[in-house]
């Protein structure tokens, strides 16, 4: 078997093309674009590298970008104090703080300075514990790309037993609740996971949020199985997930690939969220079929 591709590129360009065409008809109604505001501080290569384009996609949806680019000393009081002003700034719909932060900087507090009702990451305790209770709410960007791939790929998800590979907040936790409010039955496995290979192959539906390259193996796999990739880890200059994709391939049935797979869904739903949260904050209805 060769598993099919499951091409996360096409499916995020369609989502953000139904974004932008939503952006006039709120523009319409309200006489403003949604706005995103992105705050990176300090200088890690990656993080200025993801804020270049979550800022350029959400130009070219037709809303606002906000950038707030601060030095690497920046205090956890300076940092509050901007999230405070943005939550406060009536033109700002979204908030995104990029992470990881200076260490001088307390992450948590800094979560917790976001306004819930901007929380375009999903990160805020609010934000997770209505994830947790099953409550509407804006969720983390990447694992609802994750469920929109495989819903799109295998429709109903009810009863298929599904392992997370990865315990984050941002990732695999987020990620295991959604799985579960579609009825599927799942198994959340980390580091201390005994005999993760056997944990694998009881698996319809397996995600891999762990950064360690090619990790996963399709001898865990079982044969038919549903792969997704998130992780994205860089090896001798070239992108590379937690699957091994070349073994993976031969047993899977369907597979995200890295580049390509759930990295551009990613920046896709930031958009899909930010237009949510403009629409919840306008008093309109939240637009339908994103
Ligand atoms: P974290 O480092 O926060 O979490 C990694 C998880 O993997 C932890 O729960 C850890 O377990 C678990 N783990 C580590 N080693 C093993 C192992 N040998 N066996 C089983 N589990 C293990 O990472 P993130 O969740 O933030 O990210 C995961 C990956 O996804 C990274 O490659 C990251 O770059 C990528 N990523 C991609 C995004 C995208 O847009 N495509 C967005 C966000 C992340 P424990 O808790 O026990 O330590």
């Keep these: 078997m060769t598993a099919e591709r499951i091409d996360g590129k096409a499916f995020a360009a369609a989502l953000r093309a139904r974004v932008a065409e939503r952006v006039p008809v709120f523009e319409a109604a309200t006489g403003r674009v949604p706005g995103l505001a992105v705050v990176l501080v300090g200088e890690d290569a990656a993080s200025q590298v993801y804020v270049r384009s979550k800022g350029k996609a959400t130009r070219e949806a037709?809303?606002?970008?906000?950038?707030?680019?601060?030095?690497d000393d920046?205090?956890?009081?300076?940092?509050?104090?901007?999230?405070?002003?943005?939550?406060?700034?009536?033109?700002?719909d979204g908030i995104l703080v990029q992470l990881p932060l200076p260490p001088q900087i307390d992450e948590k507090a800094v979560i917790a300075a976001i306004d819930p009702?901007?929380?375009?990451?999903?990160?805020?305790?609010?934000?997770?514990?209505?994830?947790?209770v099953g409550e509407a709410g804006l969720v983390p960007c990447t694992p609802l790309g994750c469920l929109m791939l495989l819903k799109d790929r295998l429709g109903d998800?009810?009863?298929?037993?599904?392992?997370?590979?990865?315990?984050?907040?941002i990732v695999?936790?987020?990620?295991?609740?959604?799985?579960l409010r579609e009825s599927?039955?799942?198994?959340?496995?980390?580091?201390?996971t005994r005999d993760l290979p056997g944990v694998v192959r009881r698996a319809d539906i397996v995600v891999a949020a762990v950064g360690r390259p090619e990790m996963v193996k399709g001898g865990w796999l079982k044969p038919g199985a549903t792969v997704i990739d998130v992780g994205i880890n860089r090896v001798e200059g070239r992108l590379v997930g937690d699957v091994d994709s070349?073994?993976?391939s031969a047993v899977a049935a369907a597979i995200t690939p890295v580049p390509g797979g759930v990295g551009p869904m990613t920046i896709a739903i930031l958009?899909?969220?930010?237009?949510?949260?403009a629409h919840a904050r306008a008093g309109l209805e939240a637009p339908e079929g994103l």
């Excluded at 599927?184 to 201390?192: E, G, L, P």
């Excluded at 958009?271 to 949260?277: C, D, F, H, I, P």
């Design 271 to 277: 958009l899909r969220n930010t237009l949510v949260t």
């Design 74 to 92: 920046t205090s956890q009081a300076e940092l509050i104090a901007l999230v405070e002003a943005l939550g406060a700034d009536d033109k700002v």
């Design 157 to 169: 998800l009810a009863g298929l037993e599904a392992v997370v590979i990865g315990r984050s907040n």
């Design 62 to 71: 037709g809303m606002v970008s906000f950038e707030h680019r601060l030095p």
């Design 184 to 192: 599927c039955t799942v198994t959340i496995a980390h580091s201390r």
């Design 117 to 132: 009702a901007k929380d375009v990451d999903g990160f805020t305790l609010e934000n997770a514990g209505r994830l947790a």
């Design 246 to 248: 070349a073994s993976a």
């Design 172 to 179: 695999g936790k987020p990620m295991a609740q959604l799985l």
